[in-house]
């Protein structure tokens, strides 16, 4: 499907709109964020204060965090699309299988995020920013009333780019990820909107939040690699290439561990985890959220192994089962902080047999290797971290790593895990029964 040959005075009006639509995406997503350090601020006050009080904080505890995720869950009932990430229904968006997203996503990804997020599930804010930023250019393009429905899709990714940018204070990131992942597209009606969009949503959450990056590395001075250092990261993306294949693995397994107790209410359900997270308020308050400040910690401090075992068995374990209950939230964050705890574990283990190697270099590389071998989207990877770290001294070690890290996972044959996920949608799954090949790559712009 092309684009008819568009006068200059509507071109104008597109590109405006993008600004208007980028912007948009910006105050939301930021205030979105803003809200969210405040939620992490007031769990910490509540673990402490629950210390305090004893049995009675305890017991608080546990009734917060189980009715915002039971609520959280509930909200999804007025926007089913808003569960989970988002981002599978947004790539379903451009393939043409589900409708445009409504503005009403915004609303109940706004209020279910903060309540999922901020009671201490393990889910990262990217993925309802993305789904925000989509319905807010799917919104705006239709209140334009001028637009074709092509450009309507090209502004709707265009503005769930401009929600990744904003998500991680990472624009080069966020267009990436529209025109690597999301679209498969990287042609002029496409990029041209998505960089716009991007270039006014990081200005106004930039605006909001600070310009620094999301993660602040104390020791930023890293060497080109040696030959035997670049096999070490050969062998770790290697390595990540078959961990991001088994994760994504257990994400559906939870995923279908959850459905089939198909006759319980999805709030009970996700009330349950809600109490598993309450335990890990009380007990172990730095491994609740979606690991922002434990990633922080880790890009700067070598942790006794024994430590990062445990940290890395629960998280592997947990971000998926708070994902499975269908609440919104999305994938990303748990998935940056699980590849810098691996970074960590293969560092120290290489180490043992002689090689002196970084294990904070190796845990900002895993962050980017294990992001391609699970989303799959490897370019995205690299500048995502880059932009989130400002260890532009790892640059060439990301991207060894990564491309192997991505090879690896095509050889295993798993797909990427937003492609896992779309498939799971009713719409789509109609499609596949009609016979429709939906991993066909959609009409070119």
Request: proline residues 4%.
């Amino acid at each position: 499907m092309k684009i008819e040959k568009q006068t200059l005075e509507q071109k104008c009006w597109f590109y405006l709109v993008c600004i208007l639509a980028g912007l948009f995406t910006g105050l939301v997503g930021g205030y979105f964020q803003y809200f969210l350090h405040k939620a992490d601020a007031l769990r910490s006050l509540l673990s402490s204060w629950g210390h305090e009080t004893g049995w009675l904080g305890f017991v608080t505890i546990l009734v917060v965090c189980f009715l915002c995720a039971a609520v959280a869950r509930f909200l999804v009932r007025f926007a089913p699309t808003a569960e989970g990430s988002g981002i599978q229904f947004v790539e379903a968006i451009w393939r043409d299988e589900v409708p445009q997203e409504r503005f009403r996503i915004v609303v109940v990804k706004f209020i279910g995020g903060l309540l999922s997020l901020g009671s201490g599930m393990a889910l990262g804010r990217e993925g309802p920013t993305v789904q925000m930023g989509a319905a807010i250019g799917s919104t705006f393009g239709r209140l334009a009333l001028r637009f074709r429905p092509l450009e309507l899709k090209c502004l709707t990714m265009a503005a769930a780019g401009a929600g990744l940018g904003v998500a991680f204070s990472a624009p080069l990131g966020g267009a990436m990820f529209t025109l690597e992942e999301v679209t498969e597209d990287v042609k002029a009606t496409l990029s041209i909107p998505t960089l716009l969009c991007v270039f006014a949503g990081c200005s106004v959450s930039m605006t909001i939040l600070g310009m620094q990056p999301d993660y602040m590395v104390l020791d930023r001075v890293f060497t080109i690699p040696s030959v035997l250092t670049a096999i070490g990261f050969i062998l770790f993306g290697i390595f990540l290439g078959f961990m991001g294949t088994l994760y994504n693995q257990i994400v559906l397994l939870l995923l279908n561990a959850n459905a089939y107790f198909e006759k319980i209410l999805p709030e009970i359900k996700a009330g349950i985890v809600g109490i598993v997270v309450a335990l890990l308020v009380w007990f172990a308050p730095d491994l609740t959220g979606g690991g922002d400040a434990l990633a922080q910690n880790m890009l700067n401090y070598s942790f006794p192994i024994l430590t990062i075992v445990v940290i890395g068995v629960i998280r592997w374990l947990f971000a998926p089962l708070c994902y499975s209950t269908g609440v919104p939230g999305g994938l990303f964050s748990p998935l940056l902080l699980m590849g810098g705890i691996l970074g960590h574990l293969f560092a120290w283990f290489l180490n043992l047999f002689g090689m002196d190697l970084n294990p904070l270099a190796f845990c900002a590389v895993g962050m980017s290797a294990f992001f391609a071998s699970t989303i799959q989207a490897p370019v995205t990877g690299v500048l995502l971290i880059l932009e989130m770290t400002a260890c532009w001294d790892l640059t060439l070690p990301m991207i060894l790593a990564t491309a192997f890290s991505f090879a690896t996972v095509k050889v295993t044959g798993c797909l990427p895990i937003y492609t896992l996920l779309r498939l799971r949608i009713p719409e789509v799954k109609a499609l596949m029964a009609k016979g429709v090949n939906v991993l066909d790559e959609p009409e070119e712009v």
